[in-house]
């Protein structure tokens, strides 16, 4: 991969792997710190990629994996209020906002399931790839995700 290369891959993911490393990390910082460091692992590989979908998805991958090395490296993780980071992330769409307050409330594979899905736009065959899990596991996770994410929206419209 040339400079050019590498720089343009930058550009195009940086904001979408920094949204997978949030929906683990909670926390901007430590965000920032996983898709920095999946940019260095990329710009020293040495691995050819078949196509801008191969990119991607491993990137989405590493960006995964290095963020459970993070939560799991920081035995001091502290916990932020959820609707202030939502705030920052989204300052200006009050809807959108709300939905990511309460998709940053279900767990990390239900949330990041559920933003690949629907914000990246990938099957669920593509998503099990990725995650390494089964097509079926991850239609189970979707529709759990679902349900959890409906109920929250739900009780905070009845409120």
């Known amino acids: 991969m040339t400079d050019l290369e590498f720089e343009s891959t930058v550009k195009r993911y940086i904001s979408m792997l920094y949204r997978v490393a949030f929906n683990y990390l909670k926390n901007k910082e430590d965000s920032k710190d996983s898709v920095q460091n999946v940019f260095i692992r990329l710009y020293h590989c040495r691995k050819n990629f078949k196509s801008e979908e191969h990119i991607k998805a491993w990137l989405i991958r590493v960006t995964i ?16 209020d959820i609707e202030k980071v939502a705030n920052e ?3 200006d769409e009050t809807e959108q906002r709300d939905f ?4 940053m409330k279900l767990n990390p594979t239900y949330s990041t399931v559920l933003y690949l899905f629907y914000y990246e736009g990938y099957k669920a065959e593509e998503i099990a790839k990725m995650l390494s899990k089964t097509t079926a ?7 759990r995700a679902r349900k959890q994410l409906k109920e929250r929206l739900k009780e905070d419209n009845d409120e």
């Open 65 to 80: 994996n290095e963020s459970k090395r993070i939560l799991s490296n920081n035995k001091k993780h502290s916990t932020i």
């Open 89 to 91: 992330l989204y300052s």
């Open 100 to 103: 990511s307050i309460e998709l």
């Open 137 to 143: 596991s991850v239609n189970m996770i979707l529709s």
